[in-house]
């Protein structure tokens, strides 16, 4: 079993929707959590970065981090074709060197 | 403008031979980072290095090799060790080797065995 899961999708939604990416992880020492966008054939950059538990909202995206059931979540509102992208959730324990990377989750939004 | 660049971008490689990715920042960055991804298996680390002249073994570093004898530079090698190195190599960098600095990614190279 994967330390992170994470569904590959292709997830595709009408522009105007509101999406929802998921991750699940077993490594309950996680503390940081973040999520990554990549563009195709691009590198990824940081779009969102929570510390334990809780929300964090950032203009049309939040993140939501449910330590209890291991379980973390962005959504996207009002969602444009320019966020078409591949969505990576990556995490790490309070004081490691290391980001564990989900598989990553292809997002499609229709025009 | 600061950032990190890798080259080539695409690279195309004959069974049994050696080949060098490049990755240079110039964000005064200390730690940097080679991931490899491929399709449904998101990033995995091969190596990192948090300072000049010492790095680290990442998951996957098995045919692989690292130098890091400048600050602003982390190139890595793909040897003929290893088994499947068909995959987009991504090179990162942050302030730390710290998980609350941000890592920085560069575009990548694209690698393919023939």
């Known amino acids: 079993q994967k330390e992170v899961e994470q569904d590959p999708g292709p997830l595709s939604v009408p522009e105007g929707a509101i999406v929802s990416l998921n991750c699940t992880y077993s490594?309950?020492?996680?503390?940081?959590f973040m999520w990554y966008r990549q563009y195709s054939r691009k590198g990824p950059e940081l779009l969102m970065y929570?510390?334990?538990?809780g929300n964090k909202e950032d203009g049309r995206f939040t993140a939501q981090v449910d330590k209890s059931s291991k379980y973390i979540s962005l959504f996207i509102r009002d969602s444009q074709p320019s966020d078409s992208a591949t969505y990576l959730c990556?995490?790490?324990?309070?004081?490691?060197?290391?980001?564990?990377f989900g598989a990553g989750t292809i997002l499609r939004v229709k025009s | 403008d600061g950032g990190i660049t890798q080259s080539p971008k695409y690279l195309f490689r004959k069974e049994g031979q050696n080949v060098t990715l490049s990755c240079e920042q110039n964000?005064?960055?200390?730690?940097m980072y080679w991931y490899r991804q491929d399709p449904g298996q998101g990033l995995r680390l091969i190596y990192y290095?948090?300072?000049?002249?010492?790095?680290q073994k990442g998951d996957i570093a098995e045919g692989y090799s690292v130098s890091r004898e400048k600050k602003e530079s982390f190139p890595l090698t793909v040897t003929s060790a290893q088994k499947n190195p068909t995959a987009f190599y991504l090179c990162?960098?942050?302030?730390?080797?710290?998980?609350?600095?941000?890592?920085?990614f560069g575009p990548g190279t694209r690698l393919t065995v023939l």
């Open positions: 990556a995490m790490s324990p309070e004081y490691g060197n290391k980001l564990v």
């Open positions: 964000l005064n960055h200390d730690a």
């Open positions: 929570t510390y334990s538990s």
């Open positions: 290095s948090q300072i000049v002249n010492d790095f």
């Open positions: 990162a960098s942050s302030q730390s080797g710290s998980v609350y600095n941000e890592q920085f």
């Open positions: 490594n309950s020492a996680f503390q940081y």
